[in-house]
């Protein structure tokens, strides 16, 4: 497994401060790679009192600066000695991340129980599943390609986060297997391509894309 979500994100995942799409995403990469289990659970374990100790929002003064500079020193060598745990998880990992009520839709996804979702065809070759998560301020779909599909080349106005659920895809930055992770934002133009059996994915954005290539103009439109 290659790409996986940043520290930030997953220190969030295990404090339960993520957005609800955001978190079901995170639940379905870690479901599947032991680097962030393991990240995951050393998080929670000591992540959460850590954070606790620094407390921006009491009246600062000299030495409550020190002891922030000296708590942020610390959980950035708890950062470090995270980074260099092995990588295997012994004991099944609990998930308490994801809301109770997401975790129907967690289920299903982690299942790949993907027929009963309400499909529609954009193109020949794409058809797009929106999901209901009733949380302001995300799009949350599934794309389904077909083999050696191209997804119109795009930027994004906010953050894309992306897992393939079945599948591959690929673009200038890399290829991408089932299980992978992938974070764009507004620096990233792309052009995606399916992999030769086609590609499923997650996507979780926080504002609509927007298509550059020659079409773009038109897609924009029909995607207000
Ligand atoms: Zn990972």
Redesign the pocket.
């Known amino acids: 497994?290659k790409y996986?979500?940043d520290i930030e994100l997953l220190l969030k995942y295990s404090s339960g401060q993520l957005a609800p799409p955001l978190a079901v995403a995170i639940g379905l990469?870690?479901y599947e790679?032991k680097?962030?289990q393991k990240k995951i659970k050393e998080l929670e374990m000591i992540g959460g009192s850590t954070l606790e100790s620094i407390d921006t929002t009491t009246n600062i003064k000299h030495e409550s600066i020190n002891s922030m500079a000296a708590d942020m020193s610390s959980f950035d060598q708890l950062l470090n000695d995270i980074e260099e745990l092995p990588d295997t998880v012994d004991e099944a990992y609990d998930d308490i991340a994801i809301a109770r009520s997401d975790v129907v839709l967690f289920e299903q996804l982690n299942n790949r129980q993907l027929n009963d979702l309400p499909w529609k065809n954009v193109t020949r070759n794409i058809a797009r599943a929106k999901i209901q998560m009733d949380f302001p301020g995300y799009d949350v779909e599934l794309f389904k390609f077909s083999p050696h599909a191209k997804i119109p080349k795009h930027t994004h106005c906010g953050r894309e986060f992306t897992f393939v659920l079945e599948g591959n895809f690929s673009d200038n930055q890399g290829q991408y297997e089932r299980g992978a992770?992938i974070e764009q934002n507004q620096a990233n133009e792309h052009q995606p391509i399916a992999g030769s059996k086609g590609c499923i994915c997650l996507a979780v954005t926080d504002a609509p894309l927007k298509f550059t290539g020659a079409l773009g103009p038109l897609i924009n439109w029909f995607n207000r």
Do not use: A, E, L, N
């Open positions: 497994m996986h979500p990469h870690q790679c680097i962030c992770f």
